[in-house]
């Protein structure tokens, strides 16, 4: 008996509802899979069934592809590729059936439950729905004949577009790209579906018959930062083998790619660091949504921190002495906007913050500044509102000193540009209240980001493992190692950028006050010889080494493009004794991997789960990787163990759990969540 589709009769016409049992979202798994195709085979051997209907009988949602705590089952199954093969002849059999099949969805349709939508020959949308193949996000290919299904409707470059990004679209678009036939209102759409599959199953013109394949794979290729290298060109393999072998050679070359990938370390990796995230919300659930954000600072982060507050239908106040930012703030706030219906306001004095519910200080990273500042802010607002001050390595502590109630005052640390940048940091100090930080917490998911919780300790956690980082592509430098191979090796590693870009791209200036002084001489000073680091940025912007900004950095720079790395640079540093091909990125890899180790050690981080949140979606650690815990636990902390004490012990620390874990073969992954991280 069928426990997940509903089968009931109306007139002539079958109507399948799938409701998965204790889901909010169905899923698609291989049960549900084999129920459909029990449909399927009924419908069609039924004279007295015309057309088949299928339909969600969760509200709102249609379905979100396969339950991903199974894939590594699935991965792990000898019998996968037969139940991938069985899956493609379900869509092969429905894409050839006599009679109309008719796909309604209400909501999301995400990766296998659009797959089995595009088998239809009538697909329906709510005016609420969004559409989507987002398995490259997870380092994997549409399993379920998506791949191939597409092709049928789309143009096969706007088809590999949507994989490869992974993106989502809404109803009307999904119509006019040919992905859906038409939108109807929620309310009709049972009855609009009862009515097309009355009507002659209609004729379906593949748009891709004349297809120019080069165009669309170049199309493919180019599409900025895809999630996964290894999936993207997976997908320019198997869209390509369809469209010039067809179908049948199309979805053969899905089931070896996608088993594949499902076996990788990359899609292992993502799928990790997607587990992660969803826990690092999900701990923020529920609680009312902040209505009213004020912001005290109209720069960079400042007016970023508003933009994303109005797109996500918060209203914000933005305080700031200078007009022309005031005007710069408010135009970058209705460009975030979008209807969204999130209003904002500038001003110089402090109009809307007696009434907000956040109050978010961004003023300039000097501390004595920001105090000066948040006493202003305390005398403006009520005893409950939450205020926070947005800093990267500030002692929050400190500054809680200012506020006249210290308890419901926190650091925020954003990142830029913020309308991009999905992490927040939260830093709760001493007296901070659970309740603030709770709060807090749902701030940052209003405003669509990804919370982490972590202790006020100089540099955080990010501030201070970036500080690492960087420092260590100078300190290769000082060794003698060739520019050039650093910034290689850094991104043979995976690093999207090596350390000497990411100093051009904020300044050196940057990196000698923030990171060297704000951070290094607070944390770092008994493992690298800080010192000596820090005069190497003044030497090296005494000389005019600078910044993209200056357009002389480690890189020369011509009309704010990248012309070279600047050879003068040598003459700054002077000659060391050489580094050896390969160690470079060995270096840099685990100097970011060992201070995150550090983190956990001492306290700074709840869980090494945010560690690789916070790595990846804040400092650019490699995202493939999963992060440096999930990376250890996938290498193994004993041969980990092995390669940090192949370096120097006092730069690169292997750490008391990583040498328990070694001894015991254990995992970072079963590490205990501490309630709130050490003060």
Known sequence: MSQNLTVTREGHTAVATLDVPGRTMNVIDAVVLTELRSVVDEVLADDGIHALVLISGKAGSFGGGADLTTLPQLASDPGTEEFLTATHELMELMLASPKPIVVAIDGYALGGALEVALGASTLLVSDRATLGLPESTLGLIPGGGGTQLILERVAADTALELMVSGRSVPAAAAVELGLADWVVSADELLSTALRVATE???????????????????????????????????????????????????????????????????????IH??????????????????????????????????????????????????????????????????GAGGAWTGTTGWEGFATADVVVEAVFEDPRLKADTLAQVAEVVGQQTLITTNTSAIPVGGLSRAVTHPENFLGTHFFSPVERMPLVELVPHAGTAPEALRRAGVMARTLGKVPVVVADRPGFFTSRVYARWLIEGLRLLADGADPALVEAEAKQVGFPVGPLQASDEVTLDL?????????????????????AVKSLLERLIAAGHRGKRFAKGFHRYVDGRRDGLDAAVIDVVGAGGGVAPG??????????????LQCWDDGTLCHPDDGDVASVLGIGFPRALGGPFRWVDRQGAAAVLARVRRQDANAFPAGDTLVRLAEGNGRFETEPRRDRPAK
Do not use: C, W, Y
């Open 273 to 338: 660091l997607f587990h992660a995230e969803t826990a690092a919300k999900r701990q923020f659930r529920g609680g009312d949504r902040p209505t009213a954000v004020a912001v005290v600072g109209g720069g960079q982060m400042g007016a970023g921190i508003a933009a994303a507050a109005v797109g996500h239908g918060v209203s914000a106040a933005v305080r700031d002495i200078d007009e022309a930012r005031l005007t710069e703030a408010g135009e970058r706030a209705e460009k975030a906007a979008h």
């Open 583 to 596: 160690e470079a990125g060995e270096r840099l890899l685990l100097a970011f991997v060992t201070e995150a």
């Open 200 to 270: 002659p199953r209609p004729e379906r013109t593949s748009p891709n018959t004349d297809a120019d394949v080069a165009a669309a794979l170049a199309l493919g290729r180019g599409v900025r930062r895809p999630p996964s290298a290894a999936a993207t060109a997976a997908l320019l393999d198997v869209v390509e083998t369809g469209l010039v072998q067809g179908r049948s050679a199309g979805l053969a070359a899905e089931r070896k790619h996608f088993l594949e990938l499902l076996r990788s370390d990359e899609s292992d990796a993502l």
């Open 511 to 531: 990196v000698l006050a923030a990171s060297v002084v704000q951070v290094a001489e607070q944390v770092l000073t008994e493992r690298v010889d800080v010192p």
